[in-house]
Nanobody
């Protein structure tokens, strides 16, 4: 089992920045993919950014150039640096870790961007 705990969410003005963190614990393999999803009220959960254990990244088009995913394997931590935030980025943000056939989710952290 793997547990994920996100932090770093909050209220920020449009144009501001936040950095989300996700600490993983439990039975963590050296081979896994990590990512961030978000879910806005009344909308489906959508993938924002993913990173493989080899360091390859992929981004949702609407956040490319503004959001950056990174990982510190020594600390079992994944980050999402979010710059130039927009009101439409308001959502609950979830950390995800995929390991073999299993996909683990964090509890989510709220990000609210005011105009």
């Amino acid at each position: 089992q793997v547990q994920l705990v996100e932090s770093g969410g909050g209220l920020v003005q449009a144009g501001g920045s936040l950095r989300l963190s996700c600490v993983a614990s439990g039975s963590i393999s050296s081979i896994n993919d990590v990512g961030w999803y978000r879910q806005a009220p009344g909308k489906q959960r959508e993938p924002l950014a993913t990173m493989t254990s080899a360091g390859r990244t992929n981004y949702l088009y609407s956040v490319k150039g503004r959001f950056t995913i990174s990982r510190d394997n020594a600390k079992n931590t994944v980050y999402l640096q979010m710059n130039n935030l927009k009101p439409e980025d308001t959502a609950v943000y979830y950390c995800v870790l995929t390991q073999g056939p299993h996909m683990y989710w964090g509890q989510g952290t709220q990000v609210t961007v005011s105009s």
